[in-house]
């Protein structure tokens, strides 16, 4: 079945540093969507991406829909203490068209 | 303003018995599902439905039922609690198939 990676796992930035998550899915998506999910809090939606390459901004956040519509990555710049939290991607396509979500991005962020 | 809410945020129950946990939204969404997240596996899709007395399987849906008798409320039930169904459970709804989804607050489950 559908399978979607994502990494790294974690990672602990210093303030003002970049971070990139990068998702990876074994078939070919119709589209993805990104969700943040705070420390004890629920996931909330980010941002949906459908087409070939298709690149959207958000402030300090960009993200991007891979040539092959197989993988997506959301790159933070400069972050931020508020940016601490888990990222997930979540993937549609393949048979079912179900939403499979990746197994997130804890982001640790020191002042 | 439109809102999504679980009930209990914590429960504790023992092994074997059947416990239900609530979901009612306020968006009129026909689309609702529940997620459990658990570590190292993010969110696993448990059961959903796509409108009034439409209920389908998940990918992780032994063990759980769910019930649409009116489009506000998704109620999941655990026939028989046990131990690996120790999660914390989300519910969502989505204004169409393809559409974001807006999750609930959560329900903490423990097993003992």
């Known amino acids: 079945g559908q399978q979607v990676m994502q990494i790294p796992q974690y990672q602990h930035v210093q303030e003002g540093e970049d971070f990139t998550t990068y998702c990876n899915s074994s078939t070919t998506l119709s589209n993805i969507q990104w969700y943040k999910q705070r420390p004890g809090g629920h996931p909330v939606f980010l941002i949906q991406l459908v087409k070939s390459g298709e690149v959207k901004k958000q402030k300090r956040l960009t993200f991007q829909f891979g040539e092959a519509k197989k993988n997506s990555s959301l790159h933070i710049t400069a972050t931020q203490t508020t940016d601490v939290g888990t990222y997930f991607c979540?993937?549609?396509?393949?048979?079912?068209?179900?939403?499979?979500f990746g197994t997130g991005t804890l982001l640790a962020v020191q002042p | 303003d439109a809102e999504i809410t679980q009930s209990p945020r914590h429960k504790i129950t023992e092994t074997g018995r059947q416990v239900t946990l609530a979901c009612h939204q306020t968006?009129?969404?026909?689309?609702m599902f529940w997620y459990r997240q658990d570590l190292g596996h993010g969110l696993r899709l448990i059961h959903y439905s796509y409108g009034v007395q439409d209920t389908n399987k998940g990918e992780v849906s032994d063990g759980y039922s769910v019930s649409r008798s009116n489009t506000e409320d998704l109620p999941l039930t655990l026939e028989s609690a046990a131990s690996s169904q120790t999660s914390v459970y989300f519910c969502a709804s989505s204004e169409a198939r393809n559409s974001p989804l807006h999750f609930g607050n959560g329900t903490r489950l423990t097993v003992t």
């Open positions: 979540a993937a549609r396509g393949g048979a079912t068209n179900k939403l499979i």
């Open positions: 968006w009129n969404h026909n689309n």
